[in-house]
């Protein structure tokens, strides 16, 4: 890099900058850029989907806008995996597509997590998650946003969101799946058996 650098450039674009090799940082200037607007990336998907003659309809775009979180390669990603299919694309098929748990699946996990018997709640979680071939690290986040939005108490809250790190943790390790779904289910009915007011183990 040193030798022809009068007359050659490089540019690496990396999400990770951790990933790059010490040696080719320290010869690097960096330039760290924030992730885009949920506005531009979806001014952005909607020309794409205009040239290249692609039927996208409104929540199936703010749904891509949403899995993508400002990373613009994701969402032309998301796009192309999904048009080697289909040439309109509903909202159903971006989560097929992506292997990403609908905003439905997770309400219909939350809602028998937080209402059904132990037995109901695990075999409903077990057969959602089989039957679209959910990952459960997935799931787990998408059920930490649920917690953080539900009108448990702030205890509650607290005592539900360690235990769904722990599981994530578990999860990154290698741990059985089968196991830690167990885990969640027991999770909340434990938050449940608390009187209110009380302060969860």
């Known amino acids: 890099m040193e030798k022809y650098s009068k007359t050659t450039r490089f540019c690496l674009i990396c999400n990770y900058v951790a990933k790059v090799i010490p040696a080719l940082q320290s010869r690097c200037t960096r330039f760290r850029f924030g992730p ?3 506005s531009s990336v979806s001014a952005k998907l909607s020309e794409v989907c205009q ?3 692609l039927v996208l309809d409104s929540e199936a775009s703010k749904a891509i806008v949403k899995l993508a979180k400002g990373d613009m390669r994701k969402v032309m990603n998301i796009l192309e995996s999904c048009s080697l299919t289909y040439k309109e694309i509903p909202l159903a098929k971006i989560y097929e597509v992506t292997g990403r748990p609908s905003p439905t699946d997770v309400d219909q996990i939350f809602n028998a997590l937080t209402n059904d018997d ?8 077990n057969e959602v998650k089989t039957s679209n071939s959910l990952a459960l690290e997935d799931i787990v986040r998408d059920l930490h946003k649920c917690v953080m939005e539900c009108s448990f108490d702030e205890q509650m809250k607290m005592f539900l969101v360690s235990r769904l790190s722990e599981i994530e943790f578990r999860l990154a390790s290698g741990t059985n799946e089968r196991a830690q779904v167990a885990s969640i289910v027991g999770a909340f009915l434990e938050i449940r058996s608390v009187p209110a007011g009380s302060k969860p183990r």
């Open 118 to 125: 132990y037995r109901s709640a695990l075999s409903l979680f």
């Open 36 to 38: 885009l607007s949920d």
């Open 51 to 53: 040239n290249e003659q």
